[in-house]
Antibody, heavy 126, light 111 residues
Framework: EVQLVESGGGLVKPGGSLRLSCVASGFTFSNTWMIWVRQAPGKGLEWVGRIKRKTETRTVDYAAPVKGRFTISRDDSKNTLYLEMNSLETDDTALYYC?????????????????WGQGTMVTVSS | QSALTQPASVSASPGQSITISCTGTSSDVGAYNYVSWYQHHPGKTPKLIIYAVSNRPSGVSSRFSGSKSGNTASLTISGLQAEDEADYYCNSYSSSSTLVVFGGGTKLSVL
């Protein structure tokens, strides 16, 4: 079964840090771009960032609001994606999803995400 | 404030058709044929229903269709069914520093 399972969320004070994990199964993780998307309470979806494959030097790109504070990494030997979050702000409060880039018929689409985890909740509050 | 603009809500009766717009700029929707749409039932994970403006992943009903004109993309759902009631989001590739931008979402009510 194709699956993504996030963990690591919780309550943290402003300025604090947290590391999220996303364990993948049922597909070739190492061959897949991985993405973090978040959803603040009552708000829409927001792209956080992505990490490419080893063959693409695991290039990482970030959304402007998190650049310099968040770090995305991956461990292909453990089929695990990470999101290290530092200097957390109240605006970072959200449900954090990991997801995969959609590929089909030999093509891939950078803005299309097809496998999603259930998400892990991060609350930043004093 | 989301980068792409969607109506907050739309409603229609079963069997009818609706269209949800997604308006961006010449830096995102207007610049690329990289527009996707997602169906999101509360408490569940988002589901990809349209990619590359007008393509459906395998298994997605043909009642869902997508199009684009200039800086505005559109999702049309025909023959509305009760289970179509959900939030719908568009996204697009962007030339800005944030490479992928989402719309604020549209709540579809099937009355």
């Amino acid at each position: 079964e194709v699956q993504l399972v996030e963990s690591g969320g919780g309550l943290v004070k402003p300025g604090g840090s947290l590391r999220l994990s996303c364990v993948a199964s049922g597909f070739t993780f190492s061959n897949t771009w991985m993405i973090w998307v978040r959803q603040a309470p009552g708000k829409g979806l927001e792209w956080v960032g992505r990490i490419k494959r080893k063959t693409e030097t695991r290039t990482v790109d970030y959304a402007a609001p998190v650049k310099g504070r968040f770090t995305i990494s991956r461990d292909d030997s453990k089929n695990t994606l990470y999101l290290e979050m530092n200097s957390l702000e109240t605006d970072d409060t959200a449900l954090y999803y990991c997801t995969t880039r959609y590929c089909s018929g030999g093509g891939c689409w950078d803005d299309a995400f097809d496998i999603w985890g259930q998400g892990t909740m991060v609350t930043v509050s004093s | 404030q989301s980068a792409l603009t969607q109506p907050a809500s739309v409603s229609a009766s079963p069997g009818q058709s609706i269209t949800i717009s997604c308006t961006g700029t010449s830096s995102d929707v207007g610049a690329y044929n990289y527009v996707s749409w997602y169906q999101h039932h509360p408490g569940k994970t988002p589901k990809l229903i349209i990619y590359a403006v007008s393509n459906r992943p395998s298994g997605v009903s043909s009642r869902f269709s997508g199009s684009k004109s200039g800086n505005t993309a559109s999702l049309t759902i025909s023959g509305l069914q009760a289970e179509d009631e959900a939030d719908y989001y568009c996204n697009s590739y962007s030339s800005s520093s944030t490479l992928v931008v989402f719309g604020g979402g549209t709540k579809l009510s099937v009355l």
